[in-house]
């Protein structure tokens, strides 16, 4: 394996804090100055790196939905469709997965500000989207069901809002009961229980 040099370990360290705060806090958290200090060098040292702070935000999308298709869905191991998908649903809708957003799914941190990036930070986002839609449609294929791609999407919606809502809800107990709600609702319409 080559060995990345000391100015690509510089950036992978910028990119890799600007992720967990981005994740966190969302785009409009990410300050040069403030971002350079967290990782321990100066402001002025960034534009040896980025040209500007839309290319790091898009850079780091970038790394974000990458690092996010590089690791196992939950339930991929599965054998059956319905287990995959039943897996994958109950790990997206989460109490783990909204208290960490900063080890989670990107499109619920950064879904309310994407319509007001550049249109190349849209496309990355959209690009996202496709991945995560197609870890529902594969199952959902494979089960038989009739528009396996609007019910995709539709899912993807679902649990998207239902997480980003999740993790704003200030009451805990509110937070995981429209957890639940939304978890039970996409099974339902997945044919995964009985209503």
């Known amino acids: 394996m080559e060995k990345l040099t000391h100015k690509a370990r510089t950036r ?7 992720a967990r705060v981005m994740r966190e806090n969302g785009t409009e958290s990410i300050g040069v100055a403030a971002l350079m200090k967290r990782v321990g060098l100066t ?3 960034f534009y040896a790196h980025f040209h500007s702070r839309d290319d790091l935000v898009q850079e780091v999308m970038k790394q974000m939905f990458a690092d996010s ?9 599965e ?10 649903i109950d790990y997206y809708l989460s109490e783990t997965h909204r208290n960490r957003p900063a080890e989670g799914c990107p499109l619920p941190a950064l879904v309310s500000e994407v319509a007001h990036l550049p249109l190349a930070a849209r496309e990355i986002f ?18 038989g069901h009739a528009q396996p791609e609007a019910l995709a999407t ?42």
């Open 126 to 143: 959209a690009e996202g989207i496709d991945s995560v839609q197609t870890r529902l449609l594969r199952p959902l294929s494979d089960l």
């Open 69 to 77: 298709a590089q690791r196992p869905a939950p339930g991929a191991q």
């Open 154 to 195: 539709s899912m993807l919606a679902e649990m998207v809002g239902a997480l980003a809502l999740a993790r704003a809800c200030p009451d805990d107990q509110r937070a995981s009961q429209m957890l639940a709600l939304s978890r039970h609702a996409l099974k339902v319409r997945a044919g995964l229980e009985a209503k």
């Open 12 to 18: 992978q360290r910028i990119l890799d804090e600007a």
């Open 43 to 45: 402001h002025g040292g």
């Open 79 to 88: 054998e059956q469709p319905a287990q995959r998908l039943a897996t994958f």
